[in-house]
């Protein structure tokens, strides 16, 4: 028997061997050299007794019964007890032991590829047996391959057998000798008082000893289906300890952060402020939804407390507005500020912008990226360093050492989930003195309120919920391939219209495996079929100067169609640009042709995308995915896309950077135990303010070391 639980998968997420919070929850060092199953065991994070408690079996296995050979079934996991009736080495072709096993009611054939001599004693003829391994059919009969086996007799556990998540260096039989240790070791006393328990149905009797204990041997009369779908008390119990331990550890973050100290970015008195004449040189109005995330950025800015701060908005909400007048209070206070985007691309665009906006009201805004040549780069250190630039914009080449700021109190990241949690601690770490900069990060990928209950429920979150006025929104059309020659017509009569194309393709080069068409195709038939327009070409994978090339034609109008990958998908910026093709829209995920689509409506023209898809060799595409595509046509509203999107990929897709987050997250599910976190959401503030002692004990058992990485 095979119990088949479903936390494998994030398991093996779980279990990635780079994983970060692993290289931070360092063990003790010890003072013997490690030996390789201890290694395998530390590379897991197993380190401490709650550890090895707390890693929970995959499946089980019924140790508990024998059958007989009469009442097997190919594909059985069975135990049998029997007596060897031919014991035989088989030499020629591949080497093998036969041993024939007769149980009263049928034999079955065991066959080892691989035998010590011992092994072959205690397999000899006439020996009584108690086997276990799965069944297998075929012309000899029932076989089992390399089966476990002792001597018969003996007493029968009582207890399912736990088969634990492992990897490689690591047998089975060392690791449940390792968590049954733990087990016994690990302080288990409860960390929760029982009047809270009570208020979400759980039965104080399935303490955390008693559900661990159970977890790893079941008895066999339990109900599997309660095991496998996670009903079963044991596992609600866990489920619950552990949101209660994200919950906690994020509040107590947002509680030492307020215990931190920022500058409060005043304005100085006596002079028009740079966020005034900003917003009068705006040749737009802001909508409602901008004025007031820029006030509730504004008011925390005035705090000299750090903010921490999420601003979420869909494509083409005008999230850069918001981030420079976030600027310009900062710079109008006699402070600097920086502004991280993660690719080169996009940092461009907004330096070109920003630079547009704010040169004429004399600001010095400088710029940083990794291709940047020597020279330059001397120039910009040296502006920074000084406190000339008042603004700072660039990539992740900002974090480096060599980047010395003279005063950087607010640091704005663009595109969040891009980038890791240590590239945003080391942004945060800029500052001089005990003092920390206040932090803006802005996405375009809305958090789906669950998500943002969890994940995210250290964060302050402004969410811009309005496009700027005068957009009509984008049509969207899904489009077989088989008529792309209707398509490029399209394209043609929009050019005639003045206005510019993109063409989005999955991949860069031809990969026989997916025969996916590629940007280099395509942009080749476009030109082709396109005489007199110019086709432009931008992969990730073309030098960075090629790409500023390519991008600025496109900017500046003089490019017709541009043939891309998904380097686009993120933050650029044509509002000529009325139509979108994207080819194989089928192999994208929801929010990123979400993020494309974004990319035009951004002008007054009406605008469509086209979502091209090819079904390969089938006749038709298959349900989930014209679903999916549907949706896509039915909506322009990235909360509602967002939605499904987590419906149908789960929460890895939008965690991005908090992925050692989504990681910490092993047996609950923010969907599916919504119930479970709103009680762990509330119930934190109570355990930290009436219970400190419970609470710092609950985290430390939970998350020991790794608590650290969710403060980023
Ligand atoms: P995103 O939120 O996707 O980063 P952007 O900041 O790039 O969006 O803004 C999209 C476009 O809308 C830009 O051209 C920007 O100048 C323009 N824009 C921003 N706010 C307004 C507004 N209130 N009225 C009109 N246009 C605006
Ligand atoms: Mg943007």
């Known amino acids: ?52 408690a707390l890693h929970l079996p995959l499946r089980y296995e019924d140790e508990t019964r024998l059958v007989h050979l009469r009442d097997v079934r190919e594909g059985d996991v069975a135990q049998v007890e029997g007596t060897v009736k031919h ?14 096993l007769d149980d009263g009611t049928g034999t079955c054939l065991l066959r080892f590829f691989t035998f010590y001599p011992s092994q072959q004693k205690a397999l000899a003829v006439g020996n009584r047996l108690r086997v276990r391994g799965e ?17 018969a007799g003996g007493e029968l556990p009582n207890a399912l057998t736990p088969v634990y998540p492992t990897s490689a260096g690591l047998p089975q039989a060392y690791l449940r000798r390792a968590v049954e240790g733990g087990l016994t070791r690990a302080e288990l006393s409860d960390t929760i008082p029982q ?31 309660t095991l496998e779908d996670h009903s079963h008390p044991a596992w609600q119990r866990l489920k619950a300890e552990e949101l209660l331990a994200q919950q906690l550890s994020q509040l107590q973050a947002k509680r030492e952060r307020a215990a931190l100290r920022a500058p409060a970015l005043s304005p100085l008195v006596g002079q028009a402020t740079l966020h005034e004449r900003l917003l009068a040189a705006l040749p737009f109005d802001l909508t409602a939804a901008q004025r ?48 991280m985007a993660p690719t080169e691309i996009l940092a461009t665009q907004h330096f070109a912008k920003l630079v547009g906006w704010l040169h004429p009201l004399g600001i010095t805004v400088a710029w940083l990226t990794g291709s940047q040549k020597a020279k330059e780069r001397r120039e910009m250190l040296a502006l920074i360093a000084s406190g000339q630039a008042q603004l700072v914009v660039g990539t992740h080449a900002m974090i480096q050492d060599k980047v010395q700021f003279s005063k950087l109190a607010l640091a704005i990241i663009d595109e969040q989930h891009r980038f890791g949690v240590a590239q945003r601690l080391a942004l945060r770490g800029k500052l001089v003195d005990a003092m920390e900069p206040h932090l803006l990060m802005m996405t375009a990928t809305p958090i789906p309120r669950t998500l943002a209950m969890s994940y995210y429920a250290d964060l302050d979150v402004s969410t811009i919920d309005e496009l700027p006025p005068g957009r009509t929104p984008v049509i969207t059309k899904v489009v077989n391939d088989a008529r792309r020659g209707e398509v490029v017509q399209r394209i043609r009569a929009q050019i005639d ?61 003089q490019m017709g169609v541009l043939v891309s990958t998904t380097v686009i998908e993120v933050g650029v910026d044509v509002p000529n640009a009325s139509l979108m093709v994207i ?22 023209a009406a605008s469509a995308c ?47 950077a908090r992925q050692s987050g989504a990681a910490l997250l092993r047996f609950a599910d923010v969907v599916e135990d919504a119930a479970l976190l709103a009680w762990a959401r509330a119930l934190a503030p109570v355990m930290l303010d009436q219970h400190p002692a419970l609470a710092a004990k609950h985290v430390q058992r939970w998350l020991g070391g790794k608590a650290e990485f969710l403060k980023a």
């Open 497 to 557: 219209e003045g206005r510019q194309i993109y063409w989005v393709c999955p991949l860069i080069e031809e990969s026989e495996a997916l025969d996916l068409s590629n940007a280099t195709v395509t942009h080749a038939q476009l030109s082709a079929a396109l005489p007199g327009v110019m086709v432009g070409l931008l992969h990730s994978r073309m030098p960075v100067a090629e790409k500023k090339a390519v991008m600025s034609l496109f900017t500046g109008g």
């Open 1 to 52: 028997m095979r119990v088949g639980v479903s936390h494998e998968a994030k398991w093996l997420a779980a279990l990635g061997h780079n994983h970060p919070m692993h290289a931070a929850a360092a063990a003790p060092s010890p003072a013997k050299p490690l030996t390789g199953p201890q290694k395998a065991l530390h590379k897991l994070g197993l380190d401490r007794a709650i550890d090895l």
């Open 610 to 656: 086209v979502l091209l898809y090819s079904t390969g060799d089938a006749p038709r595409l298959g349900e989930t995915a014209r679903e999916r595509l549907r949706a896509m046509a039915e909506s322009n509203d990235g909360f509602e896309i967002a939605r499904r999107d987590l419906e149908i990929r789960g929460p890895g897709e939008f965690m991005g």
């Open 135 to 151: 069944i297998r059919g075929g012309f000899a009969g029932l076989t089992m391959m390399h089966p476990a086996f002792h001597p």
């Open 583 to 604: 080819e194989h829209a089928e192999r994208f995920g929801l929010s990123q042709l979400h993020q494309l689509r974004g990319r035009v409506g951004r002008g007054a």
């Open 292 to 339: 007031r995330v820029c006030e509730e950025i504004t008011h925390d800015l005035h705090q000299n407390v750090p903010m921490h701060r999420l601003l979420q908005g869909d494509v083409g909400s005008g999230k850069t507005v918001v981030a420079a007048l976030a600027a310009a209070v900062c710079i109008d206070a006699g402070w600097q500020c920086a502004l």
């Open 87 to 100: 014991s035989e080495v088989k030499l020629g072709g591949t080497r093998q032991l036969l041993v024939t």
């Open 195 to 225: 009047e809270y328990l009570h208020q979400i149905g759980l039965q104080p009797l399935w303490n955390l000893r008693k559900s661990l204990s159970f977890l790893h041997h079941p008895t066999p009369e339990v109900t599997l289906a």
